[in-house]
């Protein structure tokens, strides 16, 4: 996500503070920029963890594994 998401989702934010609030469109428009932001954390959260090993106190190395069936 860029800076300028980043930028309008905090602008928005910032709105939604005032008495005049938000309009239903940037309603809907910062619900779908929070979305895509937590979306993009997520994203870097798995890729991350994706590439984490374990090592026990014998130094062997196991890979973390998902949970069940979670996906995301």
Do not use: C, F
């Amino acid at each position: 996500m860029d800076e300028k998401k980043i930028e309008r989702i905090n602008e928005l934010a910032r709105k939604a503070k005032t008495p005049d609030g938000l309009t239903p469109e940037e309603t809907a428009e910062r619900e779908e920029l929070r979305r895509e932001y937590i979306d993009a954390v997520k994203g870097s959260l798995l890729a991350h963890l994706d590439n984490t090993w374990v090592v026990d106190e014998q130094g062997n190395k196991k890979k973390l594994q998902r949970r069940g069936g979670e996906k995301s």
